[in-house]
């Protein structure tokens, strides 16, 4: 009688039999095996009261595979089956949400869209207001269909050939499945989440392929997405110790393609926004791995002129590992150092802001190992022609902690940036500037005016000693000048006698 109800519903090609046999046999071992046996059961009792669902099942066969939605019954709710039939009900349900649909044209499939929808919602409310004992049928069935909606290839960005700035404010666009994919990723976090999952079991299923699909996720241009992203992977990782080091070495991958390759990706942020709080949970002391991280992902992070989207985080990332281990902090300072924007004074702003993040940390002995090449280009920094440069590398002095450790070495400091200083008090064209400069300067002249006076006496013989040089060199380029009219120009094949002369006689250039 079963059997001869089924066939009343319109089948697909093979293609679509060969994939609803594909989606129906992850559930073929344990209680799934029973399960057309138990849901005949309630659907028999419900099939008076359930004209519409039907008609409506009858609507979607033509899109949903037919072992699915009429041999399986998926429309049920889980109220009207026994708690015995929940896990193949949720299985099965699983099964009919593996369906993906086409939302570029948004006015096709309709019906069916609502009904996979209407689905995926069951789904939800029910993990989270009773959360079942996930089975390993139960496991793998919601692992598939992750797969099946969630991991794509995405379109070609053509916008990447037009070269981030820091400052580039692109149009986020919106992925048009949203209204399903959200939910999916709401059952994909309630799953993980659930404390009835067996991490052990479900490591079998979350395995390094499907982390790695994950991660390849994150270069979404939709901004929703790279948020549940961050909520999943930060879940994931708390949730497979197993998996940790994985993760890691894959997001570095990330950033090294990042960074040397493409310059170009979506999800940088966020990812470095997930690990603020893994880095924070580092144990002490801290494993090389975790230094290696710092040392050759984070710094270089520095390089690309897309930094400003994410450097807010990046800053974070790196405090977290000084406050870990402050002995690190010169050995950032040096980093930044090396990828110190020359030609951008937008990036020489904001290093020098995270420089100021870094000093507050540094202890003094860390200090004294960076501190002649850092006060050497904040020296280069008070000189900028671009005023805020300037202004931002002048604001430095006002920190207390920064001036208690330039107090107890001002003897290497003060010499390094006092020509800075009077170079911008006699010639910076901004006004605001030159009264930063004469309040930095006043600021030394109390810390130690006997130091300023013998620095500045030095640097006024050094600018004679210049000004003599420019002078001489003035002078032999007019003799030059002088000795090179004498001489008639040479004309066609004359034979010319060159008279030997001494080296005394000519001219230097000094």
């Given at each position: 009688?079963?059997?001869?109800?089924?066939?009343?519903?319109?089948?697909?090609?093979?293609?679509?039999?060969s994939?609803?046999?594909?989606?129906?046999?992850?559930?073929?071992?344990?209680?799934?095996?029973?399960?057309?046996?138990?849901?005949?059961?309630?659907?028999?009792?419900?099939?008076?009261?359930?004209?519409?669902?039907?008609?409506?099942?009858?609507?979607?066969?033509?899109?949903?595979?037919?072992?699915?939605?009429?041999?399986?019954?998926?429309?049920?709710?889980?109220?009207?089956?026994?708690?015995?039939?929940?896990?193949?009900?949720?299985?099965s349900?699983?099964?009919?949400?593996?369906?993906?649909f086409?939302?570029?044209d948004?006015?096709?499939?309709?019906?069916?869209?609502?009904?996979?929808r209407?689905?995926?919602?069951?789904?939800?409310?029910?993990v989270?207001?009773?959360?079942?004992?996930?089975?390993?049928?139960?496991?793998?069935?919601?692992?598939?269909?992750?797969?099946?909606?969630?991991?794509?290839?995405?379109?070609?960005?053509?916008?990447?050939?037009?070269?981030?700035?820091?400052?580039?404010?692109?149009?986020?666009?919106?992925?048009?499945?949203?209204?399903?994919?959200q939910?999916?990723?709401?059952?994909?976090?309630?799953?993980?989440?659930?404390?009835?999952?067996?991490?052990?079991?479900?490591?079998?299923?979350?395995?390094?392929?499907?982390?790695l699909?994950?991660?390849?996720?994150f270069?979404?241009?939709?901004?929703?997405?790279?948020?549940?992203?961050?909520?999943?992977?930060?879940?994931?990782?708390?949730?497979?110790?197993?998996?940790?080091?994985?993760?890691?070495?894959?997001v570095?991958?990330?950033?090294?393609?990042?960074i040397?390759?493409?310059q170009?990706?979506?999800?940088?942020?966020?990812?470095?926004e997930?690990?603020?709080s893994?880095?924070?949970?580092?144990?002490?002391?801290?494993?090389?791995?975790?230094?290696?991280?710092?040392?050759?992902?984070?710094?270089?992070?520095?390089?690309?002129?897309?930094?400003?989207?994410?450097?807010?985080?990046?800053?974070?990332?790196?405090?977290?590992?000084?406050?870990?281990?402050?002995k690190?902090?010169?050995?950032v300072?040096?980093?930044?150092?090396?990828?110190?924007?020359?030609?951008?004074?937008?990036?020489?702003?904001m290093?020098?802001s995270?420089?100021?993040?870094?000093?507050?940390?540094?202890?003094?002995?860390?200090?004294?190992?960076?501190?002649?090449?850092?006060?050497r280009?904040?020296?280069?920094?008070?000189?900028?022609?671009?005023?805020?440069?300037?202004?931002?590398?002048?604001?430095?002095?006002?920190?207390?902690?920064?001036?208690?450790?330039?107090?107890?070495?001002?003897?290497?400091?003060?010499?390094?940036?006092?020509?800075?200083?009077?170079?911008?008090?006699?010639?910076?064209?901004?006004?605001?500037?030159?009264?930063?400069?004469?309040?930095?300067?006043?600021?030394?002249?109390?810390?130690?005016?006997?130091?300023?006076?013998?620095?500045?006496?030095?640097?006024?013989?050094?600018?004679?000693?210049?000004?003599?040089?420019?002078?001489?060199?003035?002078?032999?380029?007019?003799?030059?000048?002088?000795?090179?009219?004498?001489?008639?120009?040479?004309?066609?094949?004359?034979?010319?006698?060159v008279?030997?002369?001494?080296?005394?006689?000519?001219?230097?250039?000094?």
């Amino acid at each position: 009688m079963w059997k001869h109800f089924l066939n009343k519903f319109p089948r697909k090609s093979s293609k679509s039999e060969s994939a609803s046999d594909s989606l129906s046999s992850s559930i073929s071992n344990g209680d799934g095996a029973n399960f057309g046996n138990t849901v005949q059961k309630a659907t028999s009792g419900n099939l008076a009261s359930s004209k519409s669902a039907a008609a409506v099942k009858r609507m979607s066969s033509s899109v949903f595979p037919s072992s699915v939605v009429a041999g399986i019954e998926p429309l049920l709710s889980f109220k009207d089956v026994t708690n015995a039939e929940r896990p193949n009900l949720f299985i099965s349900k699983l099964n009919l949400c593996c369906v993906v649909f086409d939302f570029s044209d948004q006015n096709k499939n309709c019906v069916d869209k609502d009904i996979k929808r209407q689905t995926l919602v069951d789904l939800v409310d029910y993990v989270h207001s009773t959360p079942p004992r996930f089975t390993e049928p139960m496991i793998a069935a919601s692992c598939k269909m992750f797969a099946f909606n969630l991991f794509r290839v995405f379109p070609p960005n053509y916008r990447s050939n037009k070269g981030a700035g820091e400052n580039d404010e692109e149009e986020p666009m919106f992925d048009p499945a949203w209204s399903h994919l959200q939910i999916v990723y709401d059952l994909l976090l309630q799953f993980i989440a659930s404390v009835s999952l067996d991490a052990k079991v479900a490591k079998k299923y979350v395995d390094h392929s499907f982390i790695l699909s994950l991660l390849d996720l994150f270069d979404s241009e939709d901004p929703r997405e790279r948020e549940c992203l961050k909520t999943v992977l930060h879940r994931v990782y708390g949730k497979f110790m197993v998996h940790r080091p994985f993760i890691r070495k894959t997001v570095s991958n990330i950033f090294f393609r990042f960074i040397f390759e493409t310059q170009r990706h979506n999800g940088i942020t966020e990812l470095l926004e997930v690990f603020g709080s893994v880095i924070s949970g580092f144990a002490l002391p801290l494993k090389e791995e975790h230094k290696i991280f710092l040392w050759r992902a984070l710094i270089p992070l520095h390089k690309p002129k897309a930094v400003g989207m994410y450097l807010q985080q990046l800053t974070y990332c790196i405090t977290q590992f000084i406050e870990k281990d402050p002995k690190l902090s010169s050995t950032v300072v040096m980093g930044l150092l090396k990828y110190w924007p020359v030609t951008n004074s937008q990036k020489e702003v904001m290093f020098l802001s995270e420089v100021e993040e870094i000093l507050e940390l540094m202890p003094q002995v860390e200090f004294q190992k960076c501190m002649v090449p850092l006060f050497r280009r904040i020296g280069y920094c008070l000189n900028s022609s671009h005023f805020q440069v300037a202004e931002r590398a002048l604001f430095l002095w006002n920190n207390d902690h920064i001036m208690s450790m330039v107090s107890q070495c001002r003897q290497v400091i003060v010499p390094l940036v006092l020509p800075a200083l009077e170079r911008n008090s006699r010639n910076h064209w901004n006004q605001a500037v030159q009264n930063l400069t004469l309040n930095v300067r006043k600021i030394l002249m109390e810390m130690d005016e006997e130091l300023v006076s013998i620095c500045k006496r030095k640097f006024e013989d050094e600018e004679g000693k210049q000004l003599t040089s420019q002078e001489n060199r003035r002078i032999a380029w007019e003799r030059l000048e002088k000795t090179a009219s004498i001489f008639h120009p040479v004309t066609g094949k004359t034979a010319v006698l060159v008279t030997p002369f001494s080296p005394s006689s000519v001219p230097t250039l000094t």
